[in-house]
């Protein structure tokens, strides 16, 4: 008879369903690692070029965008990096929800003349700041530097991040740093395309 019970207890606890840690369920790829963009330009008519590099790893997310004074990325004008901490994350179907609490904003200007540009036309391209210096990083958190008005320290943003293959798009990185509720989360992805470079 107690052979019987146990027998019936094991089947009955074969067909339960097992619950899974949501990682396990996920079908989704991971962010975690690194992931690095082509040569993009930027600028009016596209005259300029950037290299946007970005890191998941220890609950952080790095970044380095370089700008360069040609659409083939040469001569290196400005290097923007960003830190921040990531706060959540959660796979859906086919995108992933993620949070990130800004922690540094800067701009390092790297070369004089790019320099004397801002401090002429501080108000605008220069953040507002009129004593830039080259090659000292300023911090441009809750600043307007031209066309981009970042966020400022301490800012929790919400983005959703789509991965296909190597590829990886963002709703809002790194161009948009308006998106301070997870109402605001973008329904699509914008035309930057990162790939994995790193584990």
């Not at 052979?3 to 975690?32: C, G, H």
């Not at 090659?135 to 919400?158: I, K």
């Not at 809002?172 to 998106?179: E, Q, V």
């Amino acid at each position: 008879m107690v052979k019987k019970r146990v027998v019936a207890l094991y089947a009955i606890a074969i067909a339960m369903p097992v619950p899974v840690n949501a990682s396990d369920a996920n079908t989704l790829p991971s962010l975690t690692g690194e992931w690095t963009t082509d040569c993009l330009p930027i600028g009016k008519n596209g005259r300029h070029g950037y290299v946007t590099k970005i890191k998941f790893a220890d609950d952080m997310l790095t970044a380095t965008s370089q700008l360069y004074a040609k659409n083939t990325c040469q001569t290196p004008t400005v290097q923007v990096n960003y830190s921040g901490e990531l706060m959540a994350d959660e796979s859906r179907e086919t995108y992933i929800d993620f949070s990130h609490k800004v922690m540094k904003i800067t701009f390092t200007l790297t070369a004089d003349d790019v320099t004397a540009f801002y401090n002429k036309d501080f108000q605008t391209t220069g953040c507002g700041i009129a004593d830039w210096k080259t090659n000292v990083a300023m911090s441009v958190a809750g600043r307007s530097c031209g066309p981009f008005s970042f966020a400022e320290e301490g800012t929790v943003l919400y983005d959703r991040a789509w991965i296909e293959g190597d590829q990886l798009r963002f709703g809002n990185f790194p161009s948009l740093w308006t998106a301070i509720s997870a109402a605001q989360r973008p329904h699509k992805p914008i035309e930057v395309v990162f790939h994995r470079t790193g584990s």
